[in-house]
């Protein structure tokens, strides 16, 4: 079983910075292609950044040079440095990940529960 927790969410003044994380758990053979997903309230979920397994990122328009998508493989983590936030970024953010787990290494797309980032003006 794999699991993906995200922690570092809250509260924020515009302007101002916060980090998630996302850890992946459970059986892991090999992480490859991981990604931040936000969803504000009445809208669509949105890609926000992705990385690759070796560290090739891009990002969405509406948080390029104000977001930094990273990670460390070595603790199966994945973070978004997330500066300059404005009260659009409002949103529960979500990360995934392609995980081949288990004796078999089967990949599978999983998702973590979700952090809200709230951002006041």
């Known amino acids: 079983q794999v699991q993906l927790v995200e922690s570092g969410g809250g509260l924020a003044q515009a302007g101002g910075s916060l980090r998630l994380s996302c850890v992946v758990s459970?059986?892991?053979?090999?992480?490859?292609?991981m990604a931040w997903h936000r969803q504000a309230p009445g809208k669509q979920r949105e890609l926000v950044a992705t990385?690759?397994?070796?560290?090739?990122?891009i990002y969405a328009d509406s948080v390029r040079g104000r977001f930094t998508i990273s990670r460390d493989n070595a603790k199966n983590t994945m973070y978004l440095q997330m500066n300059s936030l404005k009260p659009e970024d409002t949103a529960v953010y979500y990360c995934?990940?392609?995980?081949?787990?288990?004796?078999?290494?089967?990949?599978?797309?999983?998702w973590g529960q979700g952090s809200q980032v709230t951002v006041s003006s």
């Open positions: 990385i690759t397994q070796d560290a090739s990122t």
């Open positions: 459970g059986s892991i053979v090999s992480i490859g292609f």
């Open positions: 995934n990940a392609d995980v081949a787990s288990g004796s078999t290494a089967y990949w599978y797309k999983y």
